[in-house]
Nanobody, 116 residues
Framework: QVQLVESGGGLVQPGGSLRLSCATS????????MSWYRQAPGKERELVAS????????NYADSVKGRFTISRDNAKNEAHLQMNSLKPEDTAVYYC?????????WGQGTQVTVSS
């Protein structure tokens, strides 16, 4: 059974930082590209960042470039999203995603709220 469990969300002031983690089990982790998506109230889910199975290539939404960093630890079957210089518009539920050409799995999401 494949499981993706996000952690690390919370309430942070503008300009602050958070580090999200996605712990996975039940899959061959290094075979999956890992991504972080987010969904704000009343908006569609959007891709924030992605990383290839080897970790050799990353991709970011324009809105987070230079502020967020995606990484993975294939030995621990974990993915991470370091979020710096957070803005109120970063407030959303953040979801971890694992994908190959044939399979896609989602975590349950973790709330990130940026507010003073």
């Amino acid at each position: 059974q494949v499981q993706l469990v996000e952690s690390g969300g919370g309430l942070v002031q503008p300009g602050g930082s958070l580090r999200l983690s996605c712990a996975t089990s039940g899959l061959t982790f290094s075979s999956y590209a890992m991504s972080w998506y987010r969904q704000a109230p009343g908006k569609e889910r959007e891709l924030v960042a992605s990383i290839t199975g080897s970790g050799g290539s990353t991709n970011y939404a324009d809105s987070v470039k230079g502020r967020f960093t995606i990484s993975r630890d294939n030995a621990k079957n974990e993915a991470h999203l370091q979020m710096n210089s957070l803005k109120p518009e970063d407030t959303a539920v953040y979801y971890c995603n694992a994908a190959t050409r044939y399979y896609k799995y989602w975590g349950q999401g973790t709330q990130v709220t940026v507010s003073s």
